[in-house]
């Protein structure tokens, strides 16, 4: 990819809910959770998409494990369908306070509004509760294969380096919601907000700013390679792109009303993102 341009193309889905989830399953096929629960899927690599399942409310958390079981987090509800989602079964994390599904290291971390972060080694079927010691509610999680585990929350990150057994807490100069969590290959943690807020929190916990747009609130964030590119809302820019490990970014105008609430790579490079308006945008590799 040319890092001076980019090559965004859009289409429109079957359903105009908003995407709050994205994910891609092991046949490389891109799965598209809305708000109201409609689950959509492209075979095609996201050229086009077609209604594939409905949850009875909105999806906010995504995962599919080899054999191709997936596990949902839809209303706070954590649940897991064996039949590519004809039928779901919940799981043991009941309640409707859990959000943002990930997997690193054989494990399913998710966040719990209640300042808990949730783990699963059994692909979701029973979950453990970790107690983070933040006193603010967590936005946003991320896992890796280290056995590190970092979530977001409001002003702070909390970030475990021995899968959950223990947390320390790092403050940062603001009190934006950390909407995107991400560890990155260096075992920084990246973590983004509103109104152009973002820091990178290294393994000694020095904090450094991010210059990201102004304004831009950050709602996901995806890697291609050497290259992280932010999804949000902003009214010139809703997208962005960093090449020095997320210090630095460059904003670009992809969507119209409404931006972007979701991005993600598929294997051959293509970039995917989506937000409102049953719209969806796809960079493919020059």
Known sequence: MDRATSRWSSSITPSTEEVRTIAVDGK???WLGGNLGTLL???DGAASFAIAAKL??????????????????????ISSSEDEGATWTKTSARGGNNDHIRHARGALVATNIGRKVLRSTDGGRKWTTHPTGSKKH?????????????????????????SGASFTITKLDHREYLRVTRILPSGDVLVLGDDGKGHLVDSRGLVKPCELPAGLSVFDVCARGDELIAVGNIEHSTAARSFDGGLTWK??????????????????GTIVAAGSLGLVFVERPA
Request: hydrophobic share 40%.
């Open 28 to 30: 490389q096929r891109v």
């Open 41 to 43: 899927r492209s075979d």
């Open 56 to 77: 009875p409310s909105g999806v906010k958390g995504l995962w599919f494990s080899d054999d191709g079981r997936m596990v949902a987090c839809a209303g706070g509800v």
């Open 138 to 162: 967590l936005y946003s999680i991320d896992a890796d294969d280290r056995g590190t585990i970092a979530a977001g929350s409001e002003g702070s990150v909390v970030i475990s380096r021995n």
């Open 251 to 268: 904003g670009e105008a992809v969507a119209g009303r409404g931006g972007l609430k979701v991005v993600t790579a598929l294997d051959d």
